[in-house]
């Protein structure tokens, strides 16, 4: 998570970058009352993920009417990773690198227990199908030297 908090956004590789555009624009969406898929649609077909979609929804809608307390992303124009973007960023890295318990762990402290699983069986789906889209969010790699999305 400290390697992306407080850092600014151009930074972040492509593929973290992209979420978190896909995680301030879900979170967009809802504030607008839009169908947060219908209006990421868009940006998941352009990058050839738009099978992840639906699973990034339901990650996105879990942490959402489980959280503990209200999970503040900020708004797209914003420049800055805020922490709370960071944590979730740093849980779709640990995912990638298998480290399950980690993202539950980490999950327990950010929505109730009952949407521990769900949500990192979400992330987990949502990750494996990124990943075939060319995605590589394995490295929290923060140096703009990733091609793909």
Known sequence: MYAFVDRPVENLCNSSRFLLWAMRGWADAVARRRCPPQALRRGFEGVGALPALADF???????GTGAIEDITLAPMPCRQI???EAIL???WHDMALDRVEQVQATLALLVEADHVVPVSTA?????????????DLSPPNMNHQENRP
Do not use: D, P, R, V
Not at 57 to 63: E, G, L, P, T, W
Not at 123 to 135: D, M, P, T, W, Y
């Open 89 to 91: 960023i740093a849980l």
């Open 82 to 84: 805020g922490e709370e």
């Open 57 to 63: 929804h339901a990650a996105m809608m879990s942490i």
């Open 123 to 135: 992330i987990a789906a949502a990750s494996l199908k990124l990943s075939a889209a060319g995605f």
